[in-house]
């Protein structure tokens, strides 16, 4: 089944404790982007790849790191998260080339305390 | 400011009645697209519009994308309970990126 997964699901953490997120798609599709959704403020693009070794920032990156080293994977790192980080993440893959349908993960809600 | 105006931003109807939500951009869009999302969980894809003009349906779910390309209508024809949900469009606004965004969504409920 194509799919989109994300890791984990639901996590409360404390500022300033290093935390990672993991995305992982079984598509071999070459974009792969980071979004946080919040009330009022929709969704918003954190960080995107084009492929391998190739990210971009997006509307929103501040505090927020990502690295692609594999195709199929894009972790998001919050080295050092703070309680304006407390949100509804997705991840996000879709084939490069041309406007197509991204297919979404199904979600990590942070809390930062 | 949002780049992406959707409107209304919560809509309650009737099961049976018809329903139009527009988003509306200041800027020429590349690729609109429509997701609805149950509340807190994952998005899922209904339609994407790329041609000025463009209009596509899916069942009872008809999208339209005007000829500027900066107006997008979702309409859906005699809603169902299963219809309710977060409507949102999302849209790449700058030709040869993948830069996106997104309209801060539509809530609707269909009351049965």
């Known amino acids: 089944e194509a799919q989109v997964t994300q890791n984990p699901r639901y996590l409360i953490t404390v500022t300033g404790k290093k935390l990672t997120v993991t995305c992982s798609q079984n598509?071999?599709?070459?974009?792969m982007s980071w979004y946080r959704q919040d009330p009022g403020l929709g969704l918003r693009q954190i960080y995107y790849?084009?492929?391998?070794?190739?990210?971009d920032k997006g509307d929103v990156p501040e505090g927020y790191k990502v690295s692609r080293k594999e195709k199929r994977n894009f972790p998001l790192i919050l080295e050092s998260p703070s309680p304006n980080q407390t949100s509804l993440y997705f991840c996000?893959?879709?084939?490069?080339?041309?406007?197509?349908?991204?297919?979404f993960g199904p979600g990590t809600r942070l809390t930062v305390t | 400011s949002q780049e992406l105006e959707q409107s209304p931003q919560s809509l309650i109807v009737q099961e049976g009645k018809n329903l139009t939500i527009n988003c509306t951009s200041s800027?020429?869009?590349?690729?609109l697209y429509w997701y609805k999302q149950k509340y807190g969980e994952g998005l899922i894809f209904l339609m994407m519009?790329?041609?000025?003009?463009e209009e596509k349906s899916h069942e009872k779910i008809t999208a339209k994308l005007d000829e500027k390309k900066q107006q997008s209508s979702l309409h859906i024809t005699a809603s169902q309970p299963s219809h309710a949900g977060i409507y949102l469009c999302?849209?790449?606004?700058?030709?040869?990126?993948?830069?996106?965004?997104f309209g801060t969504g539509t809530r609707l409920k269909v009351l049965a």
């Open positions: 996000a893959s879709q084939t490069a080339g041309g406007v197509y349908e991204q297919y």
């Open positions: 598509m071999n599709h070459e974009y």
């Open positions: 790849s084009m492929n391998v070794e190739v990210t």
């Open positions: 800027k020429t869009l590349y690729g």
């Open positions: 519009l790329q041609k000025g003009g």
């Open positions: 999302g849209a790449v606004h700058t030709s040869g990126t993948y830069k996106y965004i």
